[in-house]
């Protein structure tokens, strides 16, 4: 299987920065698409940046221009730089990974999450 930690969460006041950080490690084949997502209190899980194999990138329209994903495919790490963080930014961050590893004999999907880090942004 694919495990995933995460580090870089925290507090930090509103304007401020994050960077996130969540690596890959098993018995990984190829991994095919990252992305962070975040959990509000008493919200759904919601997409906020995904980043494909060839690292073409897509945004939630409430943090385009503030986030940026990047990819370093020889740690099988995915980040997430947040600048001009705001009160509403506020969440437990998870990274997914989606891809192939292999499991001895044969090559498998994996569907992996991370155990979540806390973002706290405030006014």
């Known amino acids: 299987q694919v495990q995933l930690v995460e580090s870089g969460g925290g507090l930090v006041q509103a304007g401020g920065s994050l960077r996130l950080s969540c690596a890959a490690s098993g018995s990984i084949f190829s991994i095919n698409a990252m992305g962070w997502y975040r959990q509000a209190p008493g919200k759904q899980r919601e997409l906020v940046a995904g980043?494909?194999?060839?690292?073409?990138?897509n945004y939630a329209d409430s943090v385009k221009g503030r986030f940026t994903i990047s990819r370093d495919n020889a740690k099988n790490t995915v980040y997430l730089q947040m600048n001009s963080l705001k009160p509403e930014d506020t969440a437990v961050y998870y990274c997914n990974f989606v891809g192939t590893y292999s499991s001895g004999r044969y090559y498998e999907k994996y569907d992996s999450w991370g155990q979540g880090t806390q973002v706290t942004v405030s006014s």
């Open positions: 980043i494909t194999g060839r690292g073409s990138t």
